[in-house]
C-alpha cells in the first residue's frame, strides 16, 4: 500500500505559487524578458529535468516566458532520460550577465553556479540541499526549499492542480527525477512524500517504477566512454572541510566493479584533478545501489584520516567499504572532518 504523504500537495498561501513577472520598470531597462531557469554545473538528472519542468511551468501554465538551460553536458542518466521521454536537450550555458534573469533550482551554492551569478537578476531559488549563502540579489526573490529527496518533488507541489495540464514528457522528466534522487527509495533522503509523488506519477503515466528505475541505473552506470577526470567531475561539489578544499565526487551505479576496476588511474588522476579546479583534494565514493554500500578510494594518508574521523573506519588499504553510505548530502557531507 502507497505511503500517505505527511505534506500537503499544495502550498497554503497561493501566493508562492506565483512566479515572478517582470515590471515595465525592468523592461525599459533592458533586462531580458525570457526567464533563464538553470541547476547546477556537472548536471545530474534532477539538475537537468528539472528547469525542463520549471521553464515549461512558468511558459506554458503562467505565461511568463522561460527557458530551460544546462551548466555542462549531463551525466549519462540525464541523457537517457532526455530521450526516453523525447525532451531537447537544453542549451549549455558558461555564465550569465547583468542583463539575464535568473530562477536557480537544485542549487543554492554559488561554487556550483555561474560565476558571474550575482551580476544577474535572480528572481527565483527553488532546491532542497542545505542553504549555504552567498548569493546576491538585486531586490527580494520567492525561495523555496524543502527536506524533500529531490527539487521536481518540490515543484509538484508548487504546481499544484496545474500539474494536470502537463504533458506526458513533463511528468516523465518528474518521475526520472524523484526516483534518481532517491535511487528508487533506496537513499536515507527519500521522504515518504518523495515515494507518494512518485506512485501518483507512475500510476497517471502507466509507468513501472521499477522498469523505469533500472533503466535510469543502467544508464547511469555505463561510465565507459568518460576519462579518469570526466568521471571525477561527473557527480561532484565543491565543499570546505576542516580548511580543505574538497570536490566530493559520487559515482552511483549498479556495476561497482567496472569504476573500482579504473581505482588506480582515477587516484593518479585525482592529482591534475584537484590542481585545476583549486581543490586540495578529491574525494570519490563510489555508491553501490543494490548493495546500499560505498566504497571510498584512498589514494594518501590525507583521505585516509578522514575516512576514518568521518565514518569511524579502519583503512588498511587504498579503498574502504562504508555500508549504508548512500547519500553525499544527508550521509557524507555532514560526517567530514579531520
Not at 513577472?21 to 538553470?38: A, D, L, N, Q, Y
Amino acid at each position: 500500500m502507497p505511503q500517505r504523504s505527511n505534506f500537503a500537495t499544495t502550498p497554503r498561501d497561493k501566493s508562492l505559487r506565483t512566479p515572478y513577472k517582470p515590471r515595465k520598470s525592468e523592461i525599459s531597462k533592458g533586462i531580458h524578458m525570457t526567464i533563464k531557469v538553470f541547476g547546477h554545473k556537472s548536471p545530474d538528472t534532477d539538475s537537468t529535468g528539472s528547469p525542463i519542468i520549471w521553464a515549461w511551468y512558468l511558459s506554458q501554465v503562467k505565461g511568463t516566458p522561460a527557458k530551460p538551460y544546462l551548466l555542462g553536458e549531463p551525466n549519462t542518466e540525464a541523457a537517457f532520460v532526455l530521450t526516453h521521454w523525447n525532451l531537447q536537450k537544453p542549451e549549455i550555458i558558461a555564465d550569465v550577465t547583468a542583463e539575464d534573469t535568473v530562477v536557480i533550482v537544485d542549487t543554492n551554492n554559488p561554487a556550483e553556479l555561474p560565476a558571474s551569478i550575482n551580476d544577474a537578476k535572480v528572481v527565483g531559488i527553488i532546491d532542497h540541499h542545505m542553504l549555504v549563502g552567498g548569493i546576491k540579489t538585486k531586490s527580494p526573490i520567492d525561495i523555496t526549499i524543502r527536506p524533500l529527496a529531490c527539487t521536481a518533488t518540490i515543484m509538484h507541489d508548487l504546481m499544484g492542480a496545474d500539474l494536470a495540464k502537463a504533458p506526458k514528457a513533463i511528468k516523465g522528466a518528474m518521475l526520472s527525477c524523484i526516483l534518481s534522487d532517491t535511487l528508487e527509495f533506496r537513499s536515507p533522503t527519500t521522504t515518504p512524500h518523495d515515494r507518494a509523488v512518485a506512485e501518483k506519477l507512475a500510476a497517471d503515466l502507466g509507468v513501472s517504477i521499477a522498469d523505469l528505475a533500472t533503466k535510469l541505473f543502467e544508464a547511469k552506470s555505463d561510465v565507459s566512454a568518460f576519462s579518469d577526470a570526466a568521471l571525477l567531475r561527473m557527480d561532484s561539489k565543491e565543499y570546505n572541510v576542516a580548511g580543505k578544499e574538497l570536490r566530493v565526487s559520487v559515482l552511483e551505479t549498479t556495476a561497482p566493479k567496472i569504476v573500482l576496476d579504473r581505482k588506480a588511474s582515477l587516484m593518479a588522476s585525482m592529482v591534475d584533478v584537484a590542481k585545476e579546479d583549486g581543490a586540495d583534494q578529491v574525494l570519490l565514493f563510489v555508491i553501490d545501489i543494490l548493495n546500499e554500500e560505498a566504497t571510498l578510494l584512498v589514494p594518501n594518508d590525507l583521505v585516509r584520516q578522514m575516512a576514518e574521523a568521518s565514518f569511524g573506519v579502519k583503512v588498511t588499504g587504498d579503498t574502504v567499504v562504508i555500508p549504508g553510505l548512500m547519500s553525499r548530502k544527508k550521509q557524507i557531507i555532514p560526517a567530514l572532518k579531520l
